[in-house]
């Protein structure tokens, strides 16, 4: 026990310092998936027929296709096209389209779950439909998308690992790194699990207090 | 001079079916109008093609004498208030942001003045004591007077009221109808799709009666109450004095 204790006191150093990088990923990649999964879902909903075939496809084929042939088509496929990226550019790229299609389809769930008269107030009352989404249902659909966005958050907190195929130094090649180094894969790899378990604890608590603030009654569903 | 509302010829078709075959009334300022009609004979499509929430075929609606067209329809809709059956309260915002909102985003108040402006509205309609609450903490009746402070703070010229206390108990009706009975005898422009005996007879100037999407008849309550002139109107009436049985406790009809 007191010599794992040691190995995880050498170590853990090391495998921390990857923990910027993991969560620089994770934070771009999201908030890319935030934004792009909004217009995509606009498109889905209010689109005209180009736009409405083109963000279906697009969330069919990323949801379809595992994430790290995505990565490596991004990384090492491109480039054949002339379209080169580093590492973690290519990394945050790929996991950032691939989220984008998820939280589109979560985004269009909530947004068509707001009653249509809410829409219909605000344009009644002189909106724009585009002040009727940002003011009225947007807000609203937000609230009610937070356990769906938590757990597709979570998840691709967890994805992040995979940016170690194509070389990015986040925490799971490090510990891989290690592992060849020590020949202790055992324990090097109960460590770097335990980081994560860290992270994405903190991560659902902090949500979880998110979603207890924005609460409204007669919004939210359940609890 | 001219009526403040002039709605012309209103046409609308759903698919073969048409609900409006040819509307036309006026609103003079400070007239409060009740509209009623067997279920289905286009009064709530007559309210929503007055501000364009449904696009008429043909006719045209004027206020203050300006046409009603797709490019000014945002600014029409600032002068006309539009009262849901449902209330359609945001229901994200507490009362007094539901009702600052429009002043604040639409018509471009500071906060200061759209909150004071929603306060006086509130207690115009005896809520003021609600501005914290969110919608779904509040009853049916105290829902549609939010939804009317609402309407009032932007203002407008004419507020539309479609069957504003159906979707109430019976006991919550008179609340509601309190309220806009005064905002008529302040003089408030109202056109209101309602079944209130009570309301039309004591607020209204006019009655309205719509049949198959046409107005078959109109004049003061007096007349088209005492005197209805066609026999679709009489039954009418006395359908909904049979469901109603007196005027006070009145429950929405048809
Ligand atoms: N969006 C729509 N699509 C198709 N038909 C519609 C639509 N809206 C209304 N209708 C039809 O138009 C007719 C008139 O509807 P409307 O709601 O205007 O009647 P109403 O007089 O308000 O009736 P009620 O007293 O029940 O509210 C009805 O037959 C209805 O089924
Ligand atoms: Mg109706």
New interface residues.
């Given amino acids: 026990m007191s010599d794992f204790l040691d190995f995880a006191a050498e170590h853990l150093p090391y495998i921390l310092a990857g923990v910027p990088t993991t969560l620089a990923l994770w934070i771009l990649a999201i908030t890319f998936g935030f934004f792009f999964g909004l217009v995509l879902a606009w498109c889905r909903i209010y689109g005209k027929k180009p736009a409405y075939w083109a963000s279906t496809g697009y969330i069919e084929i990323f949801r379809g296709t595992p994430m790290l042939v995505q990565m490596l088509f991004i990384y090492l496929g491109l480039p054949e096209v002339g379209l080169t990226f580093d590492p973690f550019t290519a990394a945050v790229i790929a996991i950032g389209l691939n989220t984008s299609a998820y939280q589109a389809e979560y985004f269009r769930g909530a947004i068509q779950s707001i009653p249509q008269?809410?829409m219909?107030?605000?344009?009644?009352?002189?909106?724009?439909d585009l002040?009727g989404l940002i003011?009225?249902v947007l807000?609203?659909a937000l609230?009610r998308v937070i356990p769906q966005w938590s757990n597709e958050a979570i998840l691709e907190l967890k994805f992040t690992s995979i940016a170690f195929a194509i070389g990015v130094t986040e925490i799971t090649a490090r510990a891989e790194t290690i592992g060849f180094k020590t020949f202790r894969f055992f324990e090097i790899f109960l460590i770097v699990a335990a980081v994560y378990f860290v992270l994405t604890a903190t991560v659902a608590q902090i949500l979880h207090i998110v979603e207890r603030r924005t609460a409204?009654?007669?919004?939210t569903l359940g609890r | 001079m001219s009526a403040l509302l002039e709605v012309e010829g209103i046409r609308k078709k759903y698919g073969q079916f048409e609900v409006l075959k040819g509307v036309s009334l006026q609103l003079e300022r400070g007239q409060a109008k009740v509209v009623m009609g067997p279920s289905g004979t286009g009064k709530s499509t007559l309210l929503r093609c007055i501000n364009y929430l449904t696009p008429p075929d043909a006719g045209t609606v004027r206020l203050d004498g300006e046409e009603v067209v797709p490019r000014n329809l945002n600014r029409i809709r600032q002068q006309v208030a539009f009262v849901f059956q449902d209330f359609n309260l945001f229901t994200h915002l507490r009362v007094i942001d539901n009702i600052t909102i429009g002043p604040r985003r639409i018509l471009g108040l500071s906060k200061t003045e759209a909150r004071d402006r929603a306060m006086r509205e509130l207690e115009r309609v005896g809520l003021a004591d609600k501005v914290r609450a969110y919608p779904a903490e509040l009853s049916g009746g105290q829902q549609q007077r939010v939804s009317i402070a609402r309407a009032l703070a932007m203002e407008p010229k004419v507020i539309l009221f479609d069957e504003p206390t159906s979707a109430l108990d019976p006991e919550l009706t008179g609340e509601v109808v309190n309220v806009m009975k005064r905002l008529a005898s302040e003089g408030m422009t109202m056109l209101v799709v309602s079944h209130e005996i009570g309301f039309a007879r004591s607020a209204a100037d006019e009655i309205v009666f719509m049949d198959g999407g046409h107005i078959l008849e109109q004049g003061p309550p007096a007349q088209l109450f005492d005197a209805p002139q066609h026999e679709r109107t009489r039954r009418f009436l006395r359908m909904i004095g049979d469901q109603v049985g007196d005027a006070a406790a009145a429950g929405e009809g048809a």
Avoid: C, D, E, K
Avoid at chain 1, 123 to 128: I, K, L, P, V
Avoid at chain 1, 216 to 219: A, K, T
């Fill in positions: 008269g809410q219909t107030a605000a344009r009644a009352m002189g909106m724009s002040q003011f009225i807000p609203q609230r409204v009654p007669g919004l």
